[in-house]
């Protein structure tokens, strides 16, 4: 498959915390992204490319510091064909700066398909991933079925970052399976009718 047909997946790593262990489940995440043939990917680490926290007046100018940051981001979320968030779950919620990042952006997720790849305690941060799900409805996005969850996340894998469980391997390809199903079928809508709310 060429390059101009690879899918171009932004793999959105959501948490900022210090000591995080976000970093963890999105390189084994990569690792299952770089074994496909059909697919890029572009890890937006939300922690090395912080985002503005303070919005302008709608139809305002940004500041030139804070349009620099959002420059770092946007146009890697624009050539995008699909998403995979990967989140923990704080206080029954996602993190704050997946929010923020969200909310800055908006005919980026039009009209394009999300995976979620979630971790945590006992719930493995599956009510982080149903919030989600409603916000990414409201912009226009699809969100895939199937979902890989890591509870007790800090257990869940081995010294070299990879999962004990290899029900995990299989549960990313049916995510990876699915995900490109959707991004194919929306990429050629979207070249066919721009999608236009």
Same mark, same amino acid.
């Given at each position: 498959?060429?390059?101009? $047909?690879? @899918? ?13 262990? =976000?970093? *963890? ?8 992204? =770089?074994?496909?043939?059909?697919? &890029? /990917?572009? @890890? *937006?680490? @939300?922690? /090395?490319?912080?985002?503005?926290? %303070? ?21 890697? @979320? ?5 998403? !995979? ?13 997946? #929010? ?6 908006? $005919? ?8 979620? *790849? ?16 409603? !916000? ?5 996005? *699809? &969100?895939?079925?199937? &979902? !890989? ?5 800090? $257990? /869940?894998?081995?010294?070299? =970052? ?10 990313? #390809?049916?995510?990876?399976? $699915? ?9 050629? +809508? ?5 999608? +236009? %709310?």
């Amino acid at each position: 498959m060429s390059i101009d $047909q690879d @899918l171009k997946i932004a793999v959105i790593l959501g948490s900022t915390r210090t000591g995080r262990f =976000g970093p *963890v489940v999105a390189d084994w995440l990569l690792g299952h992204l =770089g074994a496909r043939e059909d697919m &890029t /990917a572009d @890890l *937006v680490d @939300l922690a /090395a490319t912080p985002l503005p926290t %303070v919005f302008p007046p709608f139809g305002g100018e940004l500041p030139p510091g804070e349009a620099e940051l959002l420059a770092a981001v946007s146009p890697r @979320l624009a050539a995008a064909d699909a998403f !995979v968030f990967v989140t923990p779950e704080y206080n029954h919620s996602f993190p704050a700066p997946l #929010k923020n990042a969200i909310d800055w952006h908006n $005919q980026q997720w039009h009209g394009k398909p999300i995976g979620f *790849v979630s971790y945590g305690g006992l719930s493995g941060g599956l009510r982080a991933v149903e919030q989600l799900r409603v !916000v990414m409805a409201e912009l226009n996005s *699809v &969100t895939i079925r199937n &979902t !890989v969850s890591f509870h007790g996340a800090a $257990q /869940a894998f081995d010294a070299d =970052g990879k999962p004990r469980d290899p029900a995990a391997d299989a549960a990313a #390809k049916t995510l990876l399976d $699915q995900l490109a199903w959707w991004a194919h079928a929306l990429r050629d +809508a979207r070249r066919t009718r721009p999608f +236009a %709310v």
